[in-house]
């Protein structure tokens, strides 16, 4: 199985303010009144593996799981499709941590591509993988 990771902000769409913690954890922060800019680059690899008989599209981001929904919509208004979150249940912010838990859950997994924007959760998630050696593992840095 190939798993396809997509961060969300600054990765999949470009945010219409200022990216804070606090604002990111709200509802508002995803609404459909906001004008979400996609990012035509991560697109194309999007449309690029979506029709992998052997892939697994994930959303891998450091939002709340409560904004789930929200996010979703968005998701959806670009015709995008994944089909499984993983995003902060705990308050633990670490990505490579929730890697940790995809592979629990797809345990067949052989190559991992991550679509990423930040360098601490590239960092993260390399880390994480290093304990991996048998997966295949690509990042495409984001802007």
């Known amino acids: 199985m190939n798993i396809y990771l997509f961060d969300f902000d600054n990765t999949i769409?470009?945010?219409?303010?200022?990216?804070?913690?606090?604002?990111?954890d709200q509802k508002e922060s995803l609404s459909k009144k906001l004008k979400f800019e996609l990012i035509i680059e991560t697109r194309k690899d999007y449309?690029?593996?979506?029709?992998?008989?052997?892939?697994?599209?994930?959303?891998?981001s450091n939002r709340k799981s409560q904004v789930e929904p929200?996010?979703?919509?968005?998701?959806?208004?670009?015709?995008?499709?994944?089909?499984?979150?993983?995003?902060i249940e705990d308050g633990n912010r670490c990505k490579g941590d929730?890697?940790?838990?995809?592979?629990?859950?797809?345990?067949?997994?052989?190559?991992?591509?991550?679509?990423?924007d930040k360098d601490k959760h590239i960092y993260s998630v390399t880390e994480t993988m290093k304990n991996y050696p048998d997966i295949n593992f690509v990042v495409v840095k984001t802007i």
């Open 47 to 60: 449309l690029g593996v979506k029709n992998d008989p052997k892939g697994k599209l994930i959303i891998l």
């Open 98 to 116: 929730r890697v940790d838990q995809i592979l629990e859950k797809y345990p067949d997994c052989s190559s991992i591509t991550y679509w990423e």
């Open 70 to 87: 929200y996010m979703d919509e968005i998701l959806k208004s670009f015709d995008y499709d994944f089909e499984d979150y993983f995003l």
């Open 13 to 24: 769409v470009k945010l219409p303010y200022e990216e804070t913690i606090e604002y990111l």
